[in-house]
């Protein structure tokens, strides 16, 4: 299901020329976003800013600048409904899907508005009239971004900038302030064929998909699973831990501040694919969406020795074993109750353009690392027999801070001190209390009840603080 908006115009052109990833325009190029001139003086609202969050390439979060002497007359209390920072969603342009569903193009954008803004000397947002506009989600401001670089004179206009650089299809491009110029920014890169314009096989750098998967943030698959059971899907994460022959990955949302996290079914695989999931490391997964009895999964993931390059392959792509779990504490009553959570998503199909996904939090949580503390032990029991014997089950309480008390379930591996003697249930005894505890939120269904039951799973002995 396609999640982004392009407009009509934006699609009439075919392309023919391959570029390079960050093309800037040729010679025979206008600059547009050089041309327009930002009028302080005009009737329209004006704020300096700085950057709280970039979100993708048509998206950021700003904080006003309190005094700011840029634009004296701004008021930051304008912000106060939206907590005193603004979520902008950029007027005129609609950038490749880089968050969700991820697009070709769609990482590129994002790095190229990331480093415009990382690296200017100031930034101002301007409204399209006389007022703060909203946009139906009720929550993110429709605004155009101005620029100063590092040792410039003027500002840039970011939007109209991203479209001449042909890194935006048009949103209502002439339906605005600077309709105009922006649909000659819009032309021009089409007419040159710069990177959304460019010829399908044209090579983008930062787009790990391809045309045999959906490539997609874990996000996107967590939140519409049902979309994707049975299918390659291509997706990225970090790997917090491997056991029973499962690698678990996860990955940071930035924009609702959201962990998401996926079980991938190594199954009895050795070699290079084991080295590639190891805690740590930031990896691309090729494989199938699919529910089995342990649940949401990526299967048939590999590694092929004799063709390193081939599609299908996992693949560490950042800095490997670098870059530690996460583990944040969550309370007991998080994987204890029931609660319902939100996510939008930028969705054409919906009548509003926002399609809404209510979840449970403890299903968000699943697959994702985690701590619990000061947790009393109220039973443990040994499974014995099978390949699990000695593995424990232990049932614990737990004060949340609104001062109600859940009960939790902590499910062990087969576990080994230091010096390798097994642990046993008599290091559990009832009424100890463990300190904390790091593991893997998992999910259990007991055949006897078929009631689903979440709890911690913990792979390893020095995951417990005692």
């Known amino acids: 299901m396609k999640r982004i908006f392009r407009s009509f115009l934006a699609l009439l052109f075919a392309a023919v020329l391959v570029l390079p990833v960050l093309a800037a325009c040729g010679a025979d190029s206008v600059d547009y976003a050089g041309e327009l001139k930002l009028d302080m003086s005009s009737e329209t609202k004006k704020q300096e800013v700085t950057i709280r969050l970039q979100i993708d390439g048509d998206t950021t979060h700003f904080n006003p600048v309190k005094n700011s002497t840029v634009t004296p007359n701004a008021n930051p209390a304008d912000f106060d409904k939206t907590d005193g920072y603004i979520k902008a969603r950029y007027i005129a ?9 991820i697009e070709k193009w769609g990482k590129t954008a ?35 971004i101005w620029y100063k670089p590092q040792g410039g004179a003027d500002y840039r206009n970011l939007n109209i900038e991203i479209l001449q650089n042909g890194l935006a299809w048009g949103s209502s491009t002439v339906n605005n302030r600077y309709g105009d110029i922006a649909s000659k920014a819009l032309m021009q890169a089409q007419e040159q064929q710069l990177h959304i314009f460019s010829p399908p096989n044209t090579v983008d750098e930062n ?10 943030t874990l996000k996107e698959l967590r939140c519409h699973f049902s979309e ?30 959201t962990y998401f996290g996926m079980q991938v079914y190594l199954h009895f695989t050795l070699g290079t694919l084991r080295e590639i999931y190891k805690a740590g490391n930031r990896v691309r997964v090729y494989g199938t969406a699919s529910e089995s009895t342990f649940g949401k999964q990526i299967s048939d993931v590999s590694y092929n020795d004799y063709d390193p390059d081939y599609y299908k392959n996992s693949k560490i792509v950042e800095n490997p074993g670098t870059l530690a779990p996460v583990f944040r504490e969550i309370e007991p009553k998080d994987i204890a109750a029931s609660r319902d959570v939100s996510f939008q998503f930028e969705n054409d199909d919906a009548e509003s353009g926002i399609e809404t996904v209510t979840l449970d939090y403890r299903d968000v949580l699943l697959n994702t690392s985690a701590t619990l503390k000061n947790l ?19 049932t614990c309480t737990a004060k949340n801070t609104d001062g109600t008390t859940s009960t939790v379930s902590i499910r062990t591996e087969v576990l080994y001190d230091a010096n390798n003697k097994l642990v046993t249930a ?3 005894p009832v009424g100890k209390v463990i300190k904390s505890v790091k593991g893997i939120v998992g999910l259990y269904t007991p055949e006897s009840t078929g009631d689903p039951s979440y709890q911690l799973n913990v792979p390893a002995f020095d995951m417990f603080e005692l």
């Open 93 to 101: 342009i609609n950038t490749p899907e880089s968050t969700g569903k």
């Open 228 to 257: 994707y059971v049975d299918q390659p899907v291509m997706v990225e994460g970090t790997v917090t831990a491997v056991y029973d022959n499962n690698a678990y990955i996860e990955d940071y949302d930035a924009d609702t501040g």
């Open 110 to 144: 994002s790095l190229f508005t990331k480093e415009k803004l990382a690296s200017a000397e100031s930034i101002i947002i301007e409204s399209d009239d006389g007022q703060w506009n909203i946009d139906s989600t009720g929550e993110r401001y429709v605004l155009w």
């Open 207 to 216: 787009y790990f998909g391809n045309n045999k998967a959906a490539a997609i």
């Open 376 to 394: 009393t032990v109220t039973d443990v029991y040994t499974t014995s027999k099978g390949d699990s014997t000695g593995a424990m089950t232990i």
């Open 426 to 428: 008599a290091t559990f």
